[in-house]
T-cell receptor
Framework: RKEVEQDPGPFNVPEGATVAFNCTYS??????FFWYRQDCRKEPKLLMSVYSSGNEDGRFTAQLNRASQYISLLIRDSKLSDSATYLCVVNMRGSSASKIIFGSGTRLSIRP | GAVVSQHPSRVICKSGTSVKIECRSLDFQATTMFWYRQFPKQSLMLMATSNEGSKATYEQGVEKDKFLINHASLTLSTLTVTSAHPEDSSFYIC??????????FGQGTRLTVV
């Protein structure tokens, strides 16, 4: 089982739609969680951190369920510029130190 | 936000030669740096984790003698791909972080071995 699993997509939705991505992680000792965005051939950029209480940043809402080891990202009123690959990222405790593991990414394509 | 500089951004080398990639945290001291590799249409795969002043911890399947990592200071880590072969052609990205913060990424290095 992969340490971090995501639905690879692609998701192809019209502009203005609401889209949700899910992610599960295997290590219950994981410490912190993030969503990153990666555009084609570019480095990943932090989109938002994910907290147990849930957090919102404009059109983006992230939630964490530690009991189910599950993370989600909701994008409302999607824009063309939201087209990208969204990466679920988990900072988990390794054998000797913490390490950051990426999910495989979910590709999102917004159509006019 | 914090800046991580990775150099070079693109390199082409002959098979059998070695290539060094540098990763610098420009405005913070990075206690931990990570090296990832991304093949086309695949996810970022963690290769190794390095903590300043100690040996890197390699992920399963990553040859430590082939991918030499040095983290001599809190602002610099290097990855040397030794005796590179065409199958090592990939996008290599470094990441740096302090405890309890998110990771910041370098711009990536596209390595092509011919």
């Amino acid at each position: 089982r992969k340490e971090v699993e995501q639905d690879p997509g692609p998701f192809n939705v019209p502009e203005g739609a609401t889209v949700a991505f899910n992610c599960t992680y295997s290590n219950s000792a994981s410490q912190s969680f993030f969503w990153y965005r990666q555009d084609c051939r570019k480095e990943p950029k932090l989109l938002m951190s994910v907290y147990s209480s849930g957090n919102e940043d404009g059109r983006f809402t992230a939630q964490l369920n530690r009991a189910s080891q599950y993370i989600s990202l909701l994008i409302r009123d999607s824009k063309l510029s939201d087209s990208a690959t969204y990466l679920c990222v988990v900072n988990m405790r390794g054998s000797s130190a913490s390490k950051i593991i990426f999910g495989s990414g979910t590709r999102l394509s917004i159509r006019p | 936000g914090a800046v991580v500089s990775q150099h070079p951004s693109r390199v082409i080398c002959k098979s059998g030669t070695s290539v060094k990639i540098e990763c610098r945290s420009l405005d913070f001291q990075a206690t931990t740096m990570f090296w990832y590799r991304q093949f086309p249409k695949q996810s970022l795969m963690l290769m190794a984790t390095s903590n300043e002043g100690s040996k890197a911890t390699y992920e399963q399947g990553v040859e430590k003698d082939k991918f030499l990592i040095n983290h001599a200071s809190l602002t610099l880590s290097t990855l040397t791909v030794t005796s590179a072969h065409p199958e090592d052609s990939s996008f290599y990205i470094c990441s740096a972080k302090r405890p309890n913060t998110e990771a910041f990424f370098g711009q990536g290095t596209r390595l092509t071995v011919v």
